[in-house]
């Protein structure tokens, strides 16, 4: 723990207060932040000034003019793959092999095609975003390789916060994707799906403060978001056992069952796709759809104003019965297919199977219900 001392004391230099709180290091979640002494609830932990981020303002000019425009995320990620004075900073941070076992973006093709469908959609997503940084900064800095690119790109992936620059005028700005900085230090939280401390950022900075007492030993957490285990996989690399945002995309069952003419009715009505099922319900989009599938069409525009007398739930919980049990097949078949296959590390292998088997119990208690 060497090196996270003395980054520590680099971050302390730079202004960063740390109050009774230490990077330690936990199996399954790399490091993470423990409580040295006891806390009370309300007890600010951590606080860094704005000097001490990272944002689209502190990359050097002789960085960011070659470049020309580009993602925020894409101008922090050539930043930091050409920034050699930090080295305290770097030395702490997880490696390219912590990459590869836990980032989808780094997993062999098979593998990244048996992802859940909302956890491959975003994947898709990061690799039109990387693809597109990265042509502009490998046209600026042909040396770079796109290894250490697509290093420095995910570790600005897992570990920026929110930020609004506070010159900016807007309070609502126009990309929120743009809205990002690296945030050393504070960037050892690990996330909970439950409250965690409360994180704020004012014109001083970022403050984290404790929202309940702590006791010497544990570890603190703050929350990335309201994240289903779909998003914190392609997006973090992880899932938790416990998630009470967790949810399952059911578009790829529900759309191929729609006409075009239904297609069009649910855009016009803002309906279409984006159906989830959690836990306990199903949405109240997969609801519209359903009824569209199976009810008149005065029977569904009346449940859209809002005048539902609830006799019509039995037939659309059959039609979503329908639904899920095939669902449920197709999930069972792809744990037997994971179990035997061989390409990929062992350990994504593992976490692929953990994740079907969490939304094969979401369908099952579903179906069960019904
Ligand atoms: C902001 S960093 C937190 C510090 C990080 N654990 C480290 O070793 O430097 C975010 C990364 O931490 C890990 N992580 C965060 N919360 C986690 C959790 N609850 N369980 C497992 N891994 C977690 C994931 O690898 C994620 O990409």
Redesign the pocket.
């Known amino acids: 723990m060497e090196k996270h001392k003395d980054f520590t004391d680099w971050a302390i230099s730079v202004g960063v207060k740390i109050n009774g709180v230490a990077?330690h290091?936990?199996p399954?979640?790399?490091?993470?932040i423990i409580a040295e002494k006891e806390l009370k609830a309300g007890s600010t932990i951590v606080s860094v000034p704005l000097t001490a981020l990272r944002t689209a303002k502190t990359v050097p000019k002789r960085i960011s003019d070659p470049i020309g425009p580009i993602t925020v995320h894409g101008l922090l990620a050539a930043d930091l793959a050409m920034d050699e004075s930090n080295r305290l900073w770097k030395a702490?941070?997880?490696s390219p092999q912590?990459f590869q076992e836990?980032?989808p973006l780094m997993w062999d093709p098979q593998l990244q095609d048996l992802l859940p469908e909302a956890a491959r959609t975003l994947l898709e997503n990061q690799k039109r975003k990387l693809s597109k940084d990265w042509a502009a900064v490998s046209k600026a800095f042909p040396l770079l390789t796109y290894d250490e690119y697509l290093y420095t790109w995910l570790i600005t992936?897992?570990?920026t916060f929110y930020f609004l620059s506070p010159s900016r005028k807007a309070k609502h700005p126009s990309n929120r994707d743009d809205c990002m900085a690296l945030n050393p230090f504070a960037?050892?939280?690990?996330?909970?799906d439950d409250q965690g401390c409360e994180v704020t950022f004012g014109p001083n900075g970022y403050a984290i403060t404790t929202d309940k007492p702590i006791k010497k030993g544990e570890e603190i957490?703050i929350s990335?978001g309201n994240h289903s285990n779909d998003f914190?996989l392609a997006?973090?690399?992880?899932?938790?056992e416990q998630n009470k945002w967790d949810e399952i995309c059911l578009d790829s069952y529900i759309l191929p069952l729609l006409s075009e003419t239904q297609k069009k009715t649910l855009k016009d009505a803002g309906f279409l796709g984006k159906y989830v099922l959690d836990k306990e319900t199903v949405c109240y989009r997969t609801q519209v759809a359903l009824r569209l599938l199976c009810l008149p069409l005065k029977d569904w525009r009346r449940f859209l104003n809002g005048h539902d007398d609830g006799k019509d739930q039995s037939a659309v919980d059959q039609l979503l019965l329908k639904i899920l049990q095939p669902y449920s097949k197709t999930v069972e078949e792809t744990i037997k297919s994971l179990a035997v296959l061989d390409c990929g590390l062992a350990s994504q292998r593992e976490t692929l199977s953990r994740r079907w088997r969490q939304i094969h119990l979401i369908l099952r208690s579903a179906i069960a219900r019904i």
């Open positions: 990077p290091h936990f399954g979640r790399g490091l993470g702490v941070l997880p912590d836990s980032m992936n897992t570990r960037d050892y939280f690990n996330h909970t957490y990335y914190l997006e973090y690399g992880f899932i938790l």
